[in-house]
T-cell receptor, first 113, second 113 residues
């Protein structure tokens, strides 16, 4: 089944404790990105990647890192999480950039205390 | 900067009613527009994708139209059912190097039995 998977689905952590949210797709997509969803603010892009080893900032990149060492994986790293990073995070992928349909993962609900 | 607006924020209708959800965007330079469905606390399910060169797309009881010149899209739901209750989000894909999706804040639909 073609899908985007994320792990973990739920995570409660404390301020400053490094964490990684994994994202994997099995559709051989070149384009991947991360969004966060917050009440009243909607979904906003954090980082995106057009191909292996090619990443760039989205609208709200502060406090996040990403890497793209393999085509299928695009982990989101929070090196020192803070409470304002409490949010619902979504990974997305599409065949290429440039207007292809984007597929979303199931989401990761992160709480930072 | 692209802005996507969905009004009203919430809508309640009786079962069986045909309804129209509206979406407007400020910059007509888009690759495509996608309509998504989101159930509470869940991920995003893609409903319909309309490329910028297209006028409409249909899937079952759903029909989405796009008027790029006026910056508007509508999602038509025929014969609504309680199972259609969810939040409906529209998103436009920018024509820049980043295929960022700019999302509206969504319309929360409640279909009463």
């Amino acid at each position: 089944e073609a899908q985007v998977t994320q792990n973990p689905r739920y995570l409660i952590t404390v301020t400053g404790k490094k964490l990684t949210v994994t994202c994997s797709q099995n559709m051989n997509h070149e384009y991947m990105s991360w969004y966060r969803q917050d009440p009243g603010l909607g979904l906003r892009q954090i980082y995106y990647s057009m191909n292996v080893e090619v990443t760039d900032k989205g609208d709200v990149p502060e406090g996040y890192k990403v890497s793209r060492k393999e085509k299928r994986n695009f982990p989101l790293i929070l090196e020192s999480p803070s409470p304002n990073q409490t949010s619902l995070y979504f990974c997305a992928s599409s065949l290429f950039q440039g207007g292809y349909e984007q597929y979303f993962g199931p989401g990761t609900r992160l709480t930072v205390t | 900067k692209q802005e996507v607006t969905q009004i009203p924020a919430a809508l309640s209708v009786p079962e069986g009613e045909n309804l129209v959800l509206n979406c407007s965007f400020t910059d007509s330079a888009i690759y495509n527009l996608q309509w998504f469905r989101q159930d509470p606390g869940k991920g995003l399910t893609s409903l319909l994708l309309i490329q910028s060169s297209q006028r409409e797309q249909t899937s079952g009881r759903l029909n989405a139209s796009l008027d790029k010149s006026s910056g508007r899209s509508t999602l038509y739901i025929a014969a609504s059912q309680p199972g259609d209750s969810a939040t409906y989000l529209c998103a436009v894909s920018d024509t820049g190097a980043n295929s960022k999706l700019t999302f509206g804040k969504g319309i929360t639909l409640s279909v009463r039995p």
